[in-house]
């Protein structure tokens, strides 16, 4: 049974992994890091550590992680703030991360496109949704496509 204090150091361990694997997933191109798995000439050692590089980076994998990391720090922050004695669970909060991953991924594929949409009409026949929010005056995307956050 954990004590307050090291569900603490375990939540403070766990959100400050999720935010370096957040970043590192943001900024460092995996595209790269793979280079270096597969590269000619590359020593096991370094080929596993680019290959743990890859997992961390690659798209997919980070998602993963990222989800079931903040399921761990759900879990420890919710025993650490409840007042009661709560006994965290971690294996079930990483079950739980993989399978909100899952889902999210399902619901990606599962939504409709633009013709199923539009009742299957011509593309014509349809508003789209950037002339939509042209005509209500809330698309706020610049006209070089970028999102706004990247214009300044």
Request: net charge positive; hydrophobic share 40%; charged share 20%.
């Given at each position: 049974?954990?004590?307050?204090?090291?569900?603490?150091?375990?939540?403070?361990?766990?959100l400050?992994?999720?935010i370096?694997?957040f970043?590192a997933g943001?900024?460092?191109?995996?595209?790269?890091?793979?280079?270096?798995?597969?590269?000619e000439?590359?020593?096991v050692g370094?080929?596993?550590?680019?290959?743990?590089?890859?997992?961390?980076t690659?798209?997919?994998?980070n998602?993963?992680l990222?989800?079931?990391?903040?399921?761990?720090?759900?879990?420890?922050?919710?025993?650490?703030?409840?007042?009661?004695?709560?006994?965290?669970n971690?294996?079930?909060?990483?079950v739980?991360?993989?399978?909100?991953?899952?889902?999210?991924?399902?619901?990606?594929?599962?939504?409709?496109?633009?013709?199923?949409?539009?009742?299957?009409?011509?593309?014509?026949?349809?508003?789209?949704?950037h002339?939509?929010?042209?005509?209500i005056?809330?698309?706020?995307?610049?006209?070089?496509?970028?999102?706004?956050?990247?214009?300044?």
């Open positions: 049974m954990a004590s307050k204090a090291s569900s603490t150091i375990i939540l403070s361990l766990s400050l992994f999720w370096a694997l970043v943001s900024t460092i191109p995996s595209d790269n890091v793979l280079q270096g798995v597969l590269g000439g590359v020593p370094k080929r596993l550590l680019h290959l743990l590089g890859f997992v961390f690659w798209t997919w994998s998602i993963l990222l989800c079931c990391f903040a399921s761990l720090v759900g879990e420890y922050g919710r025993e650490a703030m409840s007042r009661r004695k709560i006994i965290p971690p294996q079930v909060a990483l739980r991360g993989f399978f909100i991953f899952l889902d999210k991924g399902r619901r990606q594929r599962d939504r409709p496109n633009d013709h199923q949409l539009a009742g299957g009409h011509r593309q014509e026949d349809k508003e789209t949704a002339e939509r929010n042209l005509r005056g809330t698309d706020f995307t610049p006209a070089h496509g970028l999102p706004p956050v990247f214009t300044y």
